[in-house]
């Protein structure tokens, strides 16, 4: 990419840090800065404080897919463009809609859902917990309209300004563990680990 091009995906990141409380316009920031290359956004995270995109991450996308596991009726929360569990149907919720999201798509948030109690098999997670406004509420809507959870997220010690609510390790196990969640985590750097969480309710 050219020197042009990655001076504006900064001056797009720059931007979104400065409307953490303006939502409108930062999610049609970060939907933009979405349309960048997943590698190009992973380094410009990295370069700017923070612990990467891990969305962009194929291996940590694959591994949290296994972790899920086959299963019959599935909801992804904070769905984003793609899709990829094994699922005989898929929901995607996601307060940024999306035109390209390749199954069933309801534009909405997590902290409240328009889904019936254990609607669900299984509602999924991928790094978009540190998204939300209120986690905790976004954990208790998913346990109530699925029968079993997965999140998959980053939890760091840094703090950036792409990710609404980042979480220290200690907060995330605080939060998943008030719900019984079992726990996997792969070392990232540093900073940073991976954390898989599974909880049936």
């Not at 390749?102 to 540190?130: I, R, W, Y």
């Not at 346990?143 to 997965?150: D, G, N, T, Y």
């Not at 980053?154 to 939060?175: A, G």
Request: hydrophobic share 40%.
């Amino acid at each position: 990419m050219t020197n042009p091009a990655r001076k504006l995906a900064r001056k797009i990141l720059e931007v979104m840090s400065d409307l953490r409380g303006t939502t409108k316009i930062r999610n049609a920031v970060a939907y933009a800065y979405s349309f960048l290359p997943a590698r190009l956004r992973w380094k410009l995270s990295q370069s700017m404080g923070g612990s990467g995109s891990e969305a962009d991450s194929p291996e940590l996308r694959e591994q949290f897919k296994q972790f899920v596991g086959r299963c019959g009726k599935l909801l992804d929360v904070g769905c984003g463009k793609r899709s990829s569990y094994a699922a005989d149907f898929i929901m995607g919720i996601d307060p940024i809609f999306s035109v390209s999201y390749p199954q069933t798509f309801v534009l909405g948030v997590g902290e409240n859902m328009p889904f019936q109690d254990k609607e669900f098999d299984v509602a999924v997670c991928f790094t978009s917990l540190d998204h939300c406004f209120d986690p905790k509420a976004v954990v208790s809507e998913m346990c109530r309209v699925a029968r079993r959870v997965c999140i998959g997220m980053t939890v760091t010690r840094v703090r950036d300004f792409i990710h609404t609510s980042r979480l220290s390790k200690e907060e995330f196990l605080s939060l998943v563990l008030d719900n019984q969640f079992r726990i996997e985590t792969i070392p990232l750097n540093k900073w940073s680990e991976f954390c898989m969480a599974e909880a049936r309710t």
